[in-house]
């Protein structure tokens, strides 16, 4: 078991998610070079940048899917670096992706439930001989995805199929599903994409709202400038896999270089 | 009357089809690859019962049961899993391998000339004019029991969502903390354990096993499974089904019983034309 040790910044909270130097390279393609991330507890973290300039690589390097060919990365001071999906979900940290990925062969309440499964302790022969504690973690599992779900709005739609809600109730649900693992950390790969302007200033509102309901640390790519100015506190601009910007929201939007890399000269 | 018989026979013969084809459809869906060793497992269950029968029959039908559910497992373990991620071509001529390797080891052991196993001997119901072998009405009743305790296993555990998840989308269940190594061991488990039971219900029908008997049955089940829609766990018991009332009223027919196996064959074929995914199966789009 290695060392767990908490890290702390300046001003005395806690950093959840510490990157060193993250590298990936595809061949002769450094996909991601040299990122470092420094996130405190609470916060509302962005990654921006051109497309292709390697932001969803960065989250495949932080749920497991791809491991880093240099660097480390920390969740509150345990290190990952490694790890395979299933255990880095366990430890805390969820996603969303950018097309959605739903279980569209299960319901809206079920994909919930699919999240929660390590949250409540019930064993394969518990459930193959349909123990009475099978039966009481069915219940709870039910309960608590009903839950999480009034919370989302989402409840009344709770036994229809998760392919056939609309698109930005899909995009909740995305939320909830990652919600219900109960992260320390939660990725969202472009939330808004695809969103009419309503439904982006709904989608702002619900991860204002969880921010505080649940007390989490968030990390999102977007697009959408008018969401990332709206909510994030600090930003990671990327532009071809390095850092081109770090620093307050307000002042990364305004920065000549982070203009020059999205809209030309 | 001859009808009514006829119909019941292919119920009960559809019921053991459609359990095998569950072991071949929930592997497919899971783990994405087509195990031809599955029905092998049949004929593996088959000699574990001869080996236990001088205990009890139950006792040999639970040994049967357990013994293909480990071996099941270490057939995954050993030779699955190390190729997870390679071309499906290359699981599919292992899986083919592993079906060579379970007939050769079972000759070796047991020699190829038939043994009879009789696990009971059961008679014969008359109602009327009515003649049905209790055998059959057992398999019968087990096979549904069986695919209804699946279903709610499926539809109503922690284990059942996380193996629907699995199968639509991998990844995705990982990042949930999905661990799908587990649930892919588990779907070989209980496939195997299906496959010892269909063993049982043969047996009670016919009561020989060679070395190659599995082959015969595991591929109509795989057929029931493509009829049905693979993956699709409705899908391999509709199949199932569908298959074995087809095969005992072909084989009533004296002018084409002896052309059963082909009739069940070209319908699978037929059907493929018409609708390519199978009875229940969902068209797959593919993403660019």
Same mark, same amino acid.
């Given at each position: 078991m290695a060392e767990v040790k908490k890290i702390y910044a300046d001003d005395g909270r806690e950093i959840v998610l510490k990157a060193d130097h993250l590298c990936i390279q595809f061949g002769g393609l450094k996909a991601v070079d040299n990122v470092n991330l420094e996130i405190k507890k609470g916060e509302l973290y962005g990654l921006i940048g051109p497309n292709g300039a390697g932001k969803t690589t960065v989250f495949n390097l932080l749920t497991g899917v791809y491991k880093p060919t240099l660097g480390r990365f920390y969740l509150c001071g345990e290190d990952?670096?490694?790890?395979?999906p299933a255990e880095m979900n366990k430890k805390g940290i969820a996603r969303t992706f950018q097309n959605i990925r739903l279980f569209n062969n299960l319901t809206v309440i079920e994909n919930v439930m699919v999240g929660l499964a390590n949250q409540i302790p019930c064993n394969l022969v518990q459930s193959v001989f349909r123990l009475p504690r099978h039966k009481k973690s069915e219940k709870e599992y039910y309960e608590r995805a009903l839950e999480l779900l009034k919370v989302f709005n989402l409840d009344e739609y709770k036994?229809?199929?998760?392919? =056939?809600?609309?698109y930005g109730k899909q995009r909740k649900l995305e939320i909830a599903r990652a919600m219900a693992t109960n992260p320390k950390l939660l990725l969202l790969d472009?939330?808004?994409?695809?969103? =009419?302007p309503n439904e982006t200033q709904e989608l702002m509102d619900v991860i204002s709202f969880i921010r505080k309901e649940f007390d989490i640390t968030i990390l999102l790519i977007e697009h959408d400038m008018r969401l990332v100015g709206g909510i994030c506190e600090k930003l990671t601009v990327l532009n071809f896999g390095t850092e081109l910007a770090v620093g307050e929201t307000s002042e990364v939007l305004n920065n000549p270089e982070v203009i020059k890399a999205y809209i030309g000269e | 009357m001859e009808f009514l018989t006829t119909f019941v026979n292919g119920l009960s013969l559809g019921g053991i089809y459609a359990m095998i084809a569950l072991g071949y459809t929930m592997v497919y869906g899971i783990a994405?690859?087509?195990?031809?060793a599955h029905g092998d497992i049949i004929m593996v269950g088959g000699y574990t019962i001869l080996l236990f029968l001088f205990v009890n029959p139950i006792v040999a039908i639970i040994a049967a049961m357990v013994f293909c559910m480990i071996l099941g497992i270490v057939v995954e373990k050993v030779a699955y899993k190390p190729l997870r991620g390679a071309s499906p071509l290359a699981v599919l001529i292992t899986a083919i391998g592993v079906s060579y390797l379970l007939q050769s080891l079972a000759q070796m052991i047991f020699g190829s000339a038939p043994k009879y196993i009789v696990i009971a001997d059961l008679g014969i119901l008359k109602i009327g004019s009515l003649s049905i072998g209790y055998n059959t009405i057992i398999t019968l009743v087990c096979s549904i029991l069986v695919m209804v305790a699946l279903s709610l296993f499926v539809k109503f555990s922690k284990t059942g969502r996380a193996m629907v998840a699995v199968s639509e989308d991998k990844g995705a269940a990982q990042l949930m903390g999905i661990n799908v190594n587990r649930i892919i061991m588990i779907t070989f488990a209980i496939g195997s354990a299906l496959a010892a039971l269909a063993s049982v219900f043969f047996l009670l029908k016919a009561p020989t096993m060679t070395p190659t008997f599995g082959s015969l049955p595991g591929i109509k089940a795989f057929t029931a499974a493509v009829i049905g829609g693979i993956g699709s766990i409705p899908g391999a018991m509709i199949g199932g089904i569908l298959l074995g009332v087809i095969e005992c009223f072909a084989q009533a027919v004296p002018a084409i019983s002896p052309y059963t196996d082909a009739i069940e064959f070209s319908i699978l074929i037929i059907l493929l034309l018409v609708k390519p995914s199978g009875l229940l199966g969902k068209v797959r789009r593919e993403k660019v």
């Open positions: 990952l670096t490694g790890k395979t036994d229809y199929l998760a392919a =056939n809600l609309p472009e939330p808004a994409a695809g969103m =009419n | 994405k690859m087509l195990n031809f």
